[in-house]
């Protein structure tokens, strides 16, 4: 396998030679690659940070464009902006990707995909990206990894923030937030977005014909609201809500070439939890928590609805026995439902999970163990666990090892869907291994590491088209990530070198490139910042062709009028690149964005 490609030499040379690299700031903590909180450089899975810095560095009005700036990740979408995004992380299927917003899986119940084209950029604090199978950490869907996104929390000083911005296809944004902490320990938490985008012609009429040759818009309105409030002893309650709705235009090749595509969607969570301290050492977590997906589309050939929603109910325990050790555990209870006006066979089942983890850091030696058991009432248990050892070198040097084990869960789609369902079908297993170098010295974090997963049980279909377990793959590939600072840049960059391939036939595997590159760069200069993101992929086979591969770059520049205001401004696709990312499904082309934003000081 060739795993690095030429033109990515020189960047693989400069990343294992660190020692000339400035000083830079890492992330404080990560929570979800242990679900305890850690220094990043500390995580045995490789974990992302994007913050709330990097996301106004960024300036980009929606989730999936965010997404492509991150290592391993590979993005595909239905056209332009609201269409279909997933998400593939270490070339697993998209639906093995889980995403958590504060905690709560956001994944429908139908396809088992979450609706990140749909979620606002504009409570977020940060977001975590996890690359590497945790199933025992979170459960189905994890296989590939886990998109966490955090939403803001109440501080001490009050913040505020507008944001406008406006440009090509007709896009108009306009977002605020605010947030207040009070001497008695209530914090109140607000934020609300407007989004319309005129759209383009996204379908591709030589590959997908007879279908429209129209703009596809996008309307999106949001709003959020998180009030917490502090007791004495170090308790803590909470309450986190969000909701996204709005349309999205798109074409179908069923109807005529006249017809207009529309559909409705919500997109909703919230979650009502709290804190108690039972001890310095000694902390328990408890939850309720419910997921709504909501999708109508009442406009085209064939109208259809689908809601799904799972509602929770979680406790969780966090011990630290002495210093350097932790120990978690928690059980969960979930209801998921399906609500469509095509008639399941079964619409409701219930999953209830157990987990338990230990993680330990003593001298040079750093281990995580977690097991966990998921039991549903459709098909029965699933057992997971991961092992993961860590050895410190020095104090920048790292090598670690891992083996873990994973499982999706079949969707209501899968089993009961009246046209091809299967009640008898079985989870997808994985088994995953990885071995990891690691530098971490000075702001600078650089890490390799080779991984191999093994699909069996895939989801496939027989000769009738009913859902069945069939298939094998295989993924394995190195990864090179680093962040930090070079000379007076931020830099972030990651190569990933891959063969994903179906076991079954030995082809390359669908919309999976042997191939990723990013390449982050931003600058500040008194009141300018300048940044730069490079993002590109080989061909990757799909439908039945190859897709070309393709090098995208953005630009972005913002000016301080004042402490409080900055004018900004963006290029997307500066060299009008024309590519797909699905078969048949152009991506947007050249487009400039210019904005202005506000957050006074108080």
């Known amino acids: 396998m060739k795993l690095i490609p030429r033109a990515g030499i020189p960047f693989a040379l400069a990343v294992v030679v660190p020692a000339s690299f400035a000083q830079a700031a890492l992330p404080e903590v990560v929570v979800s690659a242990s679900r305890t909180e850690q220094r990043v450089q500390d995580a045995l899975p490789a974990t992302t940070v994007l913050t709330r810095a990097d996301i106004e560095a960024a300036q980009t009005p929606d989730l999936p464009t965010l997404l492509q700036r991150v290592a391993g990740l590979e993005l595909t979408q239905l056209g332009g902006p609201g269409t279909v995004a997933t998400a593939s992380l270490r070339g697993a299927e998209s639906r093995h990707t889980l995403v958590l917003v504060d905690g709560v899986p956001v994944n429908n119940l139908n396809f088992g995909l979450a609706a990140i084209e749909h979620l606002s950029l504009a409570d977020v604090e940060r977001i975590e990206v996890v690359r590497g199978n945790v199933s025992s950490l979170y459960g189905s869907a994890a296989l590939g990894g886990v998109i966490q996104i955090i939403t803001r929390a109440p501080t001490t000083t009050p913040t505020a923030s507008v944001t406008l911005q406006g440009g090509s296809r007709g896009l108009v944004q306009g977002a605020a937030s605010g947030a207040v902490r009070t001497a008695g320990g209530t914090g109140l938490r607000a934020s609300v977005e407007g989004l319309r985008d005129r759209g383009f012609d996204a379908t591709n009429h030589v590959e997908l014909p007879g279908t429209n040759p129209d703009r596809d818009g996008y309307r999106r309105n949001a709003a959020s609201l998180g009030i917490t409030q502090d007791i004495a002893g170090g308790h803590q309650v909470g309450l986190r809500l969000r909701?996204?709705?709005?349309?999205?235009?798109?074409?179908?090749?069923?109807?005529?070439?006249?017809?207009?595509?529309?559909?409705?969607?919500?997109?909703?969570?919230?979650?009502?939890?709290?804190?108690?301290?039972?001890?310095?050492?000694?902390?328990?977590?408890?939850?309720?928590?419910?997921?709504?997906?909501?999708?109508?589309?009442?406009?085209?050939?064939?109208?259809?609805?689908?809601?799904?929603?799972?509602?929770?109910?979680?406790?969780?325990?966090?011990?630290?026995?002495?210093?350097?050790?932790?120990?978690?555990?928690?059980?969960?209870?979930?209801?998921?439902?399906?609500?469509?006006?095509?008639?399941?066979?079964?619409?409701?089942?219930?999953?209830?999970?157990?987990?338990?983890?230990?993680?330990?850091?003593?001298?040079?030696?750093?281990?995580?163990?977690?097991?966990?058991?998921?039991?549903?009432?459709?098909?029965?248990?699933?057992?997971?666990?991961?092992?993961?050892?860590?050895?410190?070198?020095?104090?920048?040097?790292?090598?670690?090892?891992?083996?873990?084990?994973?499982?999706?869960?079949?969707?209501?789609?899968?089993?009961?869907?009246?046209?091809?369902?299967?009640?008898?079908?079985?989870?997808?297993?994985?088994?995953?291994?990885?071995?990891?170098?690691?530098?971490?010295?000075?702001?600078?974090l650089v890490r390799a590491t080779l991984f191999e997963n093994r699909y069996t049980d895939l989801f496939g279909f027989d000769a009738f088209f009913n859902r069945i377990n069939i298939g094998r793959a295989r993924n394995r590939g190195l990864e090179l990530a680093y962040n930090g600072k070079v000379g007076n840049y931020g830099v972030s960059a990651g190569i990933t070198a891959q063969e994903p391939k179906d076991l079954d036939t030995g082809e390359q595997l669908q919309r999976r490139a042997k191939t990723l590159v990013k390449l982050g760069l931003t600058r500040d200069r008194g009141p300018w910042q300048w940044g730069g993101n490079l993002r590109g992929a080989d061909k990757r086979p799909d439908a039945g062709t190859t897709l070309a591969g393709y090098a995208v770059l953005d630009l972005t520049a913002a000016y301080k009028l004042t402490k409080e205001t900055r004018v900004f401004g963006r290029v997307e696709n500066v060299a009008d690149r024309h590519y797909e990312t699905v078969y048949g499904y152009r991506q947007a082309g050249r487009g400039v964005f210019v904005g202005l934003d506000w957050q006074p000081h108080f």
């Open 243 to 444: 909701e996204a709705r709005g349309t999205t235009q798109y074409d179908s090749q069923f109807g005529p070439a006249t017809q207009a595509d529309e559909s409705r969607f919500v997109e909703s969570s919230g979650v009502l939890d709290g804190r108690v301290k039972l001890a310095t050492n000694l902390q328990l977590d408890a939850a309720l928590t419910t997921a709504t997906d909501k999708l109508d589309a009442a406009v085209t050939a064939f109208p259809y609805f689908v809601e799904s929603r799972s509602d929770g109910a979680q406790l969780g325990l966090q011990w630290q026995p002495v210093a350097g050790q932790a120990v978690t555990a928690g059980v969960e209870h979930t209801r998921q439902k399906l609500r469509s006006d095509t008639a399941y066979d079964r619409s409701s089942r219930d999953q209830d999970s157990a987990r338990l983890g230990y993680t330990l850091t003593a001298g040079k030696h750093q281990a995580q163990l977690n097991l966990r058991q998921d039991r549903y009432t459709t098909f029965g248990s699933a057992n997971t666990w991961l092992a993961a050892y860590g050895y410190q070198f020095t104090d920048a040097w790292r090598a670690s090892a891992s083996a873990s084990t994973g499982f999706n869960a079949p969707t209501f789609n899968d089993l009961y869907y009246p046209f091809g369902g299967n009640p008898l079908l079985r989870p997808e297993r994985l088994r995953a291994n990885e071995v990891a170098l690691q530098y971490a010295a000075g702001g600078q």
